[in-house]
């Protein structure tokens, strides 16, 4: 499967962006779809995940309340509402798909396809 994200830019702290990642050459419903971003000098890291029906999500702490993960499989297509923006949310962030639901869903090695990546700046 071949993964598309898109929906980064610039927004002021406080502001909303919502990124979204298509998949291509697959069924996104048999995927396990997580959220990741790296930033500057830092290790790539884990923000989001959500299970294939959409039933369940997960985040990481430092965004937990201000992001929300969702899917659309109809539509091949996983989203990341971002909310309440900080300047520390500034990364390059990635979409994920993981063939299997594993209790290390926040582990980079757990996912088997990665897309490009869409950068977001977040300014103070």
């Known amino acids: 499967v071949q993964l598309q994200a898109c929906g980064g830019g610039l927004v002021q702290a406080g502001g909303s962006l919502r990124l979204s990642c298509a998949a291509s050459?697959?069924?996104?419903?048999?995927?396990?779809m997580g959220w990741f971003r790296q930033a500057p000098g830092k290790e790539r890291e884990f923000v989001a995940a959500i299970r294939r029906s959409g039933s369940t999500t997960y985040y990481a702490d430092s965004v937990k309340g201000r992001f929300t993960i969702s899917r659309d499989n109809a539509k091949n297509t996983v989203y990341l509402q971002m909310n309440s923006l900080k300047p520390e949310d500034t990364a390059v962030y990635y979409c994920?798909?993981?063939?299997?639901?594993?209790?290390?869903?926040?582990?980079?090695?757990?996912?088997?396809?990665w897309g490009q990546g869409t950068q977001v700046t977040v300014s103070s």
């Open positions: 050459g697959g069924t996104l419903s048999s995927y396990f």
């Open positions: 994920a798909a993981s063939r299997y639901y594993s209790n290390s869903y926040y582990a980079i090695d757990q996912y088997d396809y």
